[in-house]
């Protein structure tokens, strides 16, 4: 009987730490993002070229590497950044916006540095129409871009995803935008990824969920609605897993005047249903999944707190 307590004492203490067990990385930022087994920090907007923008760390919280994008362009008094992924030891690619001043048009470009060094490899100047709102880099540190709008021309003729090879060569175009038609806050808060073998975008507006085969053409679309919990829903941040359960958090308030509180709501490729999803931590914020995991971070005075909650796909 002792020894069958003692036993029952130990699993619960593990389970217990496993729980409490976080990681920690220095700084504070304006986003933080979690893939590739890594965790990606940045200040969204900086006029300081002699502070890091960007910072990237390892898992474990092991600080790996730093970048200053307004470095690159001496006549640029601002950079503005959109969305940053990387593939460790690789490349690191960044989506970033220059101004020279108020009265001077912005400059959208997308970015690739060596990941050991930190070192630009390659700086391409994007048109309106390609302007990016979200990037990630796959395996094959190929970058694949959700656009942003359409510039001054037309949505029939304007696409969704582009990716870029490594050298900067544009490999695929799909979808266009006239397929999806904006609504209101439909692209904020859009989820972005990808997975051994596809992209996938989702769009908080409509709903429209997309995954695109990363070798072909082949598009797969359906609207997964939304949690419908409150009156009003705002989508914060969306993530996926490899198994295709999606995560959301959304800020639910009952009218325009309150603000509300946040909620985290999961929605498995099995089930297509929506069901509330509890984080390790609070308040928090979704930052992605790892490893059949969803990541959280919670903001300290000096540093952040990442946790880990596990997944039922």
Known sequence: MRRRFCVVLCVLFMACWCRAENTQISGRYDVVKAENGLIIGWRRASEDRATQQISIFDM???F????????LVPEAKR???????ALPGRLIAVAVVYRKS????????????????????????????REVLRLTVDDDSDVWTL???VGEKKPSEQPMIVGYGPSGDVLKEVGKRSEFPLSE??????GFGHTRDSIWFWLPGSTDFVTIKSHDTSLNRFVTGRPNQSPLETTVRAVRTEKGTLLAEILSSEDELHRGHF???????TTNEWKPFSPPCSPCTLI????????????????????????SD
């Open 185 to 190: 806050n439909q692209e904020d808060g859009a």
């Open 288 to 311: 992605g999944t790892d490893n059949g995991q969803a990541l959280f971070v919670e903001t300290q005075a000096d540093h952040l707190e990442v946790y880990a909650a596990p997944i």
């Open 147 to 149: 656009t942003e709008g």
């Open 64 to 71: 790996l590497i730093g970048l200053t994008p307004l470095r």
């Open 79 to 85: 950079a503005t950044i959109y969305d940053v992924s």
């Open 60 to 62: 474990q919280g092991k």
């Open 263 to 269: 909620n985290f709501f999961s929605r498995s490729a």
């Open 102 to 129: 108020e009265d001077t048009a912005p400059a959208a470009s997308l970015l690739y540095f060596d990941f050991q060094q930190g070192s630009p490899l390659l700086a391409l100047a994007l048109d309106p129409s």
